[in-house]
Nanobody
Framework: EVQLQASGGGLVQAGGSLRLSCAAS????????ISWFRRAPGKEREGISC????????YYADSVKGRFTISSDGAKNTVFLQMNSLKPEDTAVYYC????????????????????WGQGTLVTVSS
């Protein structure tokens, strides 16, 4: 069983950048798809990106495509979400999640449920 620890959130001005980390413990991310979700105030949880640890396939929701980049370290212990050109509408609590029964080929990869979740990390983008 894998435990997830998300970190890296904070306050940033619009146009700025942050890098979120999702660290695994108890197991590596081997054979998992790791995804990032976010929940903005008053809104539904939104899946924004995933990466497959099997073939490193990635997928991005339209809302973040071209601005966010998901990656993993070679040891399959940490997944990163580099967030550039941040907008006030990116303000949300960001969560990482892992699932061993799906790939990362498209939007269906971000459909719930997921097996494991990290605690959220708050990202606030000021205008």
């Amino acid at each position: 069983e894998v435990q997830l620890q998300a970190s890296g959130g904070g306050l940033v001005q619009a146009g700025g950048s942050l890098r979120l980390s999702c660290a695994a413990s108890g197991s590596t991310f081997d054979d998992y798809t790791i995804s990032w979700f976010r929940r903005a105030p008053g809104k539904e949880r939104e899946g924004i990106s995933c990466i497959s640890s099997k073939d490193y396939t990635t997928y991005y929701a339209d809302s973040v495509k071209g601005r966010f980049t998901i990656s993993s370290d070679g040891a399959k212990n940490t997944v990163f979400l580099q967030m550039n050109s941040l907008k006030p509408e990116d303000t949300a609590v960001y969560y990482c999640a892992a699932d061993s029964y799906r790939g990362c080929e498209g939007p269906m990869a971000l459909v719930l449920p997921y097996d494991y979740w990290g605690q959220g990390t708050l990202v606030t983008v000021s205008s």
